[in-house]
């Protein structure tokens, strides 16, 4: 649990002093009192704590450093017992930092580093990886290995690691971003790591740092290698943890798990710990949890589970006949000599580069009354087709899209592994390109209703992008690149809007394709309704439901609209965005119907986050106009257009049919709002499978048929549904 917080600089030659003194007491098996490590402090720094020379907390600091250099003194590793007997001759951490208290930061006491070195079974041609080092106390009681990777974000801690082990490479990135950092170093067949269970590196309190740091530890580990993670205590498989516990695990077999309630006690808190001993290769991850006090409870229980061989990786490419297809295997020939071994995979964030076409791309040829797709406007230098082939609509095929401006920046694996296709990535580029423009006119919330009013005093709203493409053109895919575009621009907060909680799982699986992490995607259901939400930065997944719910005085939307901000410019998403349908209310076919209170509620989120990138999705959103009406970031009324307002829009494309539904759409498409791709039916076959109704099924369906004429026709009027009801029952 290293200390993420920027310290001043200790004075190297007194700490130097300070921690070679307590080092050579420690190894004489001298017990250390709190009297003798401020005497060998002040010997050391010329003065005491109370005239200012140096913090209670240093001298824990010096403390920690020196039973590091007392352990790598001697012929051995201590055993457990030893490291047992070792840490009873120390003095408790009793003096804390505010920071320590806050966040939990604390070293790991060295009997519990001899657990987990022991649960290691450390190899003698293991690379070793440390990513949260701090003082080097959890990886000081394991043996010699082919070689050791340190990783500390501190400063201070980092040159006691590079003076402790002098034959370590020592880094100092940070730990949860190791997986993309790193790439460039021999990929390592051993973790261990004790990471910061409540504080990320630019994200200040983060609930789930500790996740963040796993997974990358995860990601970063040669297959079949091992992790022994230190994890805070709620990070187990429990209800409340079962997305984020499998989304986690998911490549990963879990073989010992560990609870200690009071192993932290010699370094000043009682906080509980888990201790978890995972390999990386897919298996059970619901093995029995022991439970015990501390270390000394555990002696007679410890099993080491065996090592898994490692995968070996030839490191020479695999001459293939022709490129690569995603729809097709590919064989490689196994290396003749196994080695533990990875070529680095580069990852780097660039510009997704693509050619602007001055003259729209031809159109190819006709197939009823579909055209196949291909982008009007931009050809991209690498990027790969669609799996499927996709078509539109000729008339919206026939209208070419702007030349657009945005360029996205993007790791660049998702193109050249071809994770997004060109037709995906375009909707990245269009949206970005959208977003450059605003409405307009300056608006502020209507006070009563849910629209919008000019006003001097109002603001500027950004116009949003509509993506209407239809089942299986990976709309959910497109979502996360918009909002990974977004991201490393560095607007790190985001909104997911989508129809239920089931579509929770889908959101983490598609921004995990890309590169992100599970944790970054945190259903808005963690918190409770009455208090803020404390992430202070990710994706927040809502449901329409939640969105739309109160209790009392609190209501989700404030909830929401809190967490953002006035000045909110990151992206919401509303995926399945014709749940928001029928906002407006209107007549429909059972006579006048009140507006959605969930659509209600998504024409708020956006009336209060101008700035906010708003994205709809949605392969049924312009089916009847009455729907459209919680697009207000489209800008189809209002100031330069031809409706005045959205009633007006309403009203006059309403009269106008499916062709001005379709004229609306062409016009969106031109301006760069609006895209509708759907997959291609070439080469599907099917049968017709035909049902001969029987005399009974058929009578029993017009008896039905003449009792709903009936209540149809009667308006509902109770004698003719009691009519309509005998006849049913009749049947």
């Known amino acids: ?73 001697g012929a051995k590793p201590p055993s457990i017992a030893e490291a047992i007997a070792l840490v009873g001759r120390l003095p408790t951490q009793t003096v804390r930092s505010e920071e320590q208290i806050d966040w939990q930061q604390f070293s790991t006491p060295l009997d519990l580093a001899a657990v987990a070195c022991l649960l290691a079974a450390p190899q003698d041609d293991d690379i070793v990886l440390e990513p949260s080092a701090g003082n080097g106390l959890l990886i000081a009681c394991l043996p010699p290995v082919a070689a050791l990777h340190l990783n500390e974000i501190d400063p201070a801690r980092r040159a006691r690691l590079a003076a402790a082990y002098p034959l370590a490479s020592v880094t100092g990135h940070d730990g949860a971003q190791i997986a993309s950092v790193m790439t460039a170093a021999p990929r390592p067949g051993l973790i261990l790591m004790n990471p910061p269970f409540s504080r990320s590196l630019g994200r200040g309190a983060d609930a789930l740092a500790a996740v963040r740091h796993l997974q990358a530890a995860i990601k970063r580990l040669a297959p079949g290698g091992r992790v022994v993670a230190i994890m805070p205590d709620w990070f187990a498989q429990s209800a409340r943890m079962a997305s984020v516990w499998s989304t986690t695990l998911a490549s990963v077999s879990l073989r010992t798990s560990i609870r200690l309630t009071h192993a932290y006690g010699k370094h000043g808190t009682g906080v509980a710990v888990r201790l978890y001993v995972i390999d990386k290769a897919v298996g059970d991850t619901t093995t029995t949890t022991i439970q015990r006090r501390d270390v000394a409870d555990l002696l007679d229980v410890l099993a080491i589970p065996p090592r898994l061989p490692m995968t070996a990786v030839a490191p020479t490419p695999v001459k293939r006949s022709g490129p690569i297809s995603l729809m097709r295997s590919v064989k490689s020939k196994p290396a003749a000599t196994p080695r533990i071994f990875r070529a680095p995979a580069r990852n780097d964030v660039l510009p997704v580069s693509y050619a602007v076409l001055e003259t729209a791309a031809p159109l190819a040829e006709q197939t009823g009354v579909y055209l196949p797709y291909r982008p009007s406007r931009i050809v991209f230098d690498t990027a790969g087709e669609h799996p499927t082939a996709l078509v539109e609509s000729i008339a919206m095929g026939s209208i070419p899209a702007p030349i657009p401006s945005h360029v996205p920046a993007l790791p660049e694996r998702t193109v050249t592994d071809r994770l997004l296709s060109s037709s995906q990535l375009e909707t990245v580029v269009y949206a970005g390109h959208a977003w450059t423009q605003f409405i307009p006119g300056l608006s502020k919330p209507d006070k009563e209703g849910v629209g919008l009013v000019l006003a001097d005093d109002g603001r500027a709203y950004r116009k949003g992008y509509f993506l209407g493409d239809g089942t299986g053109a990976g709309k959910g895919r497109q979502v996360a690149a918009v909002i990974l575009d977004n991201w ?15 579509l929770h799982a889908d959101a983490i699986r598609d921004w995990t394709a890309l590169g992100g992490l599970a944790a970054d995607v945190q259903p808005l259901s963690r918190w409770k309704i009455d208090e803020p939400i404390s992430m202070a930065e990710g994706v927040l997944f809502v449901t329409y439901p939640t969105l739309r719910s109160n209790r009392g005085d609190a209501t989700r939307l404030d909830q929401i609209i809190a967490w953002a901000g006035a000045d909110f410019d990151g992206v919401i998403a509303f995926d399945e965005a014709h749940e928001m349908g029928g906002v407006a209310g209107g007549e429909g076919s059972m006579g006048t119907k009140k507006g959605s209170q969930q659509g209600i509620a998504g024409v708020l989120l956006q009336n209060h986050l101008p700035l906010a990138r708003v994205l709809y999705a949605s392969a049924t959103g312009a089916s009847e106009v009455n729907n459209l009406a919680y697009a207000v970031r489209l800008g189809l009324w209002g100031p330069d257009t031809a409706f005045a307002n959205r009633e007006a829009f309403i009203t006059q494309i309403r009269q106008g049919g499916i062709a001005a539904m379709e004229l609306v759409a062409r016009d969106l498409k031109a301006t760069g709002l609006y895209t509708a791709r759907a997959l291609s039916f070439a080469g599907v076959e099917y049968d017709i499978l035909r049902h001969e109704l029987t005399p009974e099924q058929i009578e029993v369906y017009d008896t039905y048929a003449d009792a709903w004429g009936i209540l149809c026709a009667a308006r509902h009027k109770m004698p003719y549904r009691e009519e309509a009801v005998m006849r049913r029952n009749a049947a």
Request: charged content about 20%; overall charge positive; glycine content about 8%.
């Open 488 to 502: 490393l621009a560095g607007r790190r907060k985001n909104i997911w809007i989508s129809k239920n909680e089931a």
């Open 1 to 73: 649990m290293t200390d993420l917080f920027d310290t001043a600089p200790a004075r190297a030659g007194n700490a130097t002093a300070a921690a070679r003194h307590v080092a050579a007491s420690i190894a004489s098996g001298v017990k250390i009192t709190r009297a003798k490590l401020n005497d060998a402090m002040a010997n050391a720094f010329g003065g005491s704590d109370a005239d200012g020379h140096w913090t209670q907390r240093e001298s824990f600091e010096i403390l920690e450093h020196a039973t590091v250099l007392a352990v790598n003194g």
